[in-house]
């Protein structure tokens, strides 16, 4: 029945106020999906960033930015369409894709960055 589901598990919400509390020395790595409304592809990679989330749980920062309510964030990464993943590691972004980008692609990548923190510490 509905009174049994579990609380739904979505990606953090960030802002030009809080991007810096979140991210910065965060020691894991940091997927950030930039979107906007009204955006078709955005509203299919937002439940995969969700379910990211989720899967990921303390291991990495997942989290999402609307573009139009933040646009210094927008601005700081030289966003030119929605959607763009960001991965930062080490306070570097270091892999950015715009468009549609598989799940396992993501996954992927994101394991690669965990196992190399781990490695580091």
């Given at each position: 029945?509905?009174?049994?589901?579990?609380?739904?598990?979505?990606?953090?919400?960030?802002s030009?106020?809080?991007?810096?509390?979140?991210?910065?020395?965060?020691?894991?790595?940091?997927?950030?999906?930039?979107?906007?409304?009204?955006?078709?592809?955005?509203?299919?990679?937002?439940?995969?960033?969700?379910?990211?989330?989720?899967?990921?749980?303390?291991?990495?920062?997942?989290?999402?930015?609307?573009?139009?309510?933040?646009?210094?964030?927008?601005?700081?990464?030289?966003?030119?369409?929605?959607?763009?993943?960001?991965?930062?590691?080490?306070?570097?972004?270091?892999?950015?894709?715009s468009?549609?980008?598989?799940?396992p692609?993501?996954?992927?990548?994101?394991?690669?960055?965990?196992?190399?923190?781990?490695?580091?510490?």
């Amino acid at each position: 029945m509905f009174w049994k589901r579990k609380p739904k598990i979505v990606a953090l919400e960030l802002s030009d106020d809080n991007f810096n509390e979140h991210v910065g020395g965060a020691g894991k790595p940091v997927l950030v999906d930039f979107w906007g409304h009204g955006c078709g592809p955005c509203k299919v990679m937002g439940p995969i960033v969700d379910e990211l989330a989720r899967e990921y749980g303390d291991r990495a920062v997942i989290a999402k930015v609307n573009t139009a309510y933040n646009p210094k964030l927008a601005q700081y990464f030289q966003i030119r369409s929605v959607p763009t993943i960001v991965i930062i590691n080490q306070d570097k972004m270091v892999e950015r894709w715009s468009g549609l980008v598989p799940k396992p692609n993501l996954e992927e990548y994101l394991d690669h960055y965990i196992a190399q923190n781990s490695e580091e510490a």
